[in-house]
């Protein structure tokens, strides 16, 4: 059991033909992830990845001919709101967007148009989600991780694979790992996982893996105090972070100066979060 | 990106906002020249990317031209932070009676742009949201849409402006959404919006951040992005694609991933160390990238010892190994190294420094550990 993602998922990569597409497109096959079509522009008709995923042009076509619920999405910064947009259109389920970079103010636009679909949005600037031993969209490595009952919930991705490992060296696995990606704007947090995780029988408890910067800590740890049964645990990054480095008076005014990693710990504690200062304390505090 | 004062001004002024009278000058004798146009009453701006810069001493006023021309050599030979103050903008005094602030950004939680407004303007505003959240006042923007006419009256009315001033306070909110949206901004602020004795409103500050993911499609700020105004070498970082932060102590960090970057200083403290820097080299990074990021660390004379944290997913050991080999073989001095590989061919990369006398660590907390003793003068 799983949540987002299973062994049911069909999975189109848009961007497929590109140097990172077409490489992760072959370690998430190998991961066992059903991938049943590929969108580039000008490409349609082609077969890749050893013939055997077709090429498509539009998403939309691929929905029609493949048969496609979730889509990745691997395009330069410049053209990646207008992937996300595209395959929401189509009727996308759940689109997982890795590209980095994407300008704010496109990320703005985009999420405006989603809240017109039924579509969620995982990431941008994110690895993905691992669903061990049914389904990998992204590009989490899949070797790090094993099947097991502990749900990930993370805004960086290679803390998220130090995570990761070293619950596999613990003998312990993951129901879902997501990686909701760090970019200030993005389809979704960490309270919108942890209503998924809730709900979840499979999932037993939960790690959430922040850093410093914006409210979403803070927002979970409310949401936890009321309307979360699961044990949780946390590592907050950015706890020596100097203060440097700011935005002017408007980031500050906006979020009442917080943001920072102390009272994004002290609001996870007083909801009863178990907070670690180190990622692998987080795994040993699991084992107790 | 964050834009000069007066580059700032001068784009809200093609928008039709009104700012003071005024010029850049390099030099006493430009700030003389200027002060004469102005009637010899200025006030002298350090014109640098930093915040605080008034009360570091960066901004005078002065009485004549005389003085203004004493007071521009002071600071134009002052150091702001650490950085050497090249231009000061020479603005006309403005007599006020009331400080408003008025700023655009984009709020993460509700996904949208968000004007605010405040009549207790000035430099003490970020007090004052944290101490009478009250006296601001918010508006959220549907971006499509922009900046509706009611809402600008709603600020207005919120911030006890007097009603001969909604007009032009209409304008300035609209020229300011419109700056914003323009230039994909992060921020777009003026702080203070005065209430002049003339009876005009003028913005005396203004300060735009551009977002650095949108630069690609504004040649025309990357054109006069001032590259003297900022650290050298997190310029020169930037240039090779790596995000590069100077701190002040003495173990030198490199690092794939912002997180990661983050808990391994956050562990290098806990285990009583000091990092030298903050440096994440991104995902995929080639085996030339890593060797400018060590070269970059090894310029700092500070640095006792290196600490390489890598997680490989797209980046893959064996690259970074190479790169660490080249780093080693160039550099004339010998900085001990702690690795730590793991991920994507981290065994690759292990054996490709084996020959070596670099210490590895097979966990982030065993890596900082050693990295800390030795910086501290024990062997290992």
């Known amino acids: ?215 979403d800590e803070e927002h979970a740890a409310e949401m936890i105090m009321n309307k979360f049964s699961k044990p949780v645990y946390a590592f907050v990054a950015g706890l020596s972070a100097p203060p440097g480095k700011r935005m002017g008076h408007a980031g500050a005014i906006i979020e009442g100066g917080s943001g920072g990693a102390k009272d994004k710990v002290e609001a996870l504690l007083q909801a009863g979060v178990k907070v670690a200062g180190s990622p692998a304390k987080v795994i040993v505090m699991i084992q107790d | 990106m964050r834009l000069h004062e007066y580059q700032s001004k001068s784009i809200f002024a093609q928008h039709g906002i009104p700012i003071p009278k005024g010029r850049v000058a390099n030099s006493a004798g430009e700030v003389k020249q200027i002060a004469e146009e102005l009637g010899g009453r ?125 007009k032009p306070f209409n304008a300035i909110a609209k020229g300011l959404w419109k700056a914003f949206k323009e230039t994909d901004a992060a921020i777009a602020e003026i702080n203070p919006l005065v209430v002049a004795s003339t009876g005009m409103l003028i913005a005396l500050d203004g300060k735009l951040v551009v977002d650095d993911n949108s630069l690609f499609r504004h040649p025309e700020l990357v054109e006069i992005r001032d590259l003297d105004a900022e650290e050298p070498v997190e310029v020169e970082a930037r240039k090779y694609g790596l995000s590069y932060i100077k701190l002040d102590g003495n173990i030198g960090c490199m690092v794939n991933g912002a997180g990661l970057a983050m808990a391994t200083l956050d562990i290098i403290k806990q285990n009583g160390g000091a990092p030298s820097n903050f440096l994440d080299i991104g995902g995929g990074a080639s085996a030339d990238k890593v060797a400018t990021a060590l070269r970059i660390i090894c310029a700092d004379p500070q640095v006792k010892v290196i600490l390489v944290n890598i997680f490989g997913g797209i980046t893959r050991c064996d690259e970074v190994a190479k790169g660490i080999l080249a780093a080693q073989k160039e550099a004339n001095k010998n900085i001990p190294l702690v690795v730590r590989l793991a991920g994507t061919n981290a065994e690759k990369g292990l054996k490709l420094l084996s020959g070596t006398n670099m210490h590895t660590a097979a966990s982030m907390e065993e890596a900082a550990g050693k990295a800390t003793r030795i910086a501290a003068g024990e062997k290992k």
């Open chain 2, 42 to 166: 200025v006030v002298i701006k350090a014109q640098v990317l930093i915040g605080g810069r008034g009360k570091a001493g960066g901004i005078r006023l002065a009485k004549s031209v005389e003085e203004a021309e004493e007071i521009a050599t002071q600071i134009l030979s002052m150091d702001l932070k650490g950085l050497p103050v090249r231009r000061v903008l020479v603005d006309e005094i403005v007599s006020f009676s009331k400080e408003i602030y008025l700023g655009i950004t984009n709020d993460r939680t509700e996904r949208k742009p968000v004007i605010i407004a405040s009549g207790a303007g000035g430099i003490d505003i970020e007090e004052v949201a944290r101490q009478s959240p009250e006296r601001i006042i918010k508006i959220y923007l549907d971006a499509p849409f922009g900046l509706h006419d009611f809402q600008t009256r709603e600020l207005a009315i919120g911030i006890d402006l007097q009603r001969e001033l909604w």
């Open chain 1, 1 to 215: 059991m799983s949540i987002l993602i299973n062994k049911e998922t069909r999975v189109l990569v848009q961007g497929i033909t590109g140097h990172e597409g077409s490489f992760h497109t072959g370690q998430m096959i190998a991961a066992g992830t059903n991938i049943v079509a590929g969108v580039t522009p000008g490409r349609g008709g082609e077969w890749v990845l050893d013939g055997k995923v077709p090429v498509f042009d539009t998403v939309k076509q691929a929905v029609e001919v493949a048969g496609v619920n979730t889509g990745v999405i691997f395009v330069p910064a410049s053209a990646a709101a207008d992937a996300i947009l595209e395959q929401a259109e189509a009727g996308l389920e759940l689109i997982i967007c890795i590209t980095e970079g994407i300008p704010v103010k496109d990320m703005i636009q985009t999420c405006a148009g989603l809240k017109k679909t039924q579509s969620r949005l995982i990431g941008p600037n994110c690895p993905g989600v691992i669903s061990p031993g049914e389904s990998l969209v992204g590009i989490i490595p899949a070797g790090i991780a094993v099947p097991g009952n502990i749900g990930i919930i993370s805004r960086s991705g290679t803390l998220t694979y130090e995570v990761l490992n070293d619950l596999k060296l613990a003998g312990r696995g993951v129901s879902t790992c997501v990686g909701i990606g760090g970019d200030a704007i993005k389809g979704s947090d960490f309270v919108d996982l942890l209503r998924l995780f809730e709900d979840d029988p499979h999932t037993k408890s939960v790690i959430l893996i922040g850093e410093i910067g914006g409210m």
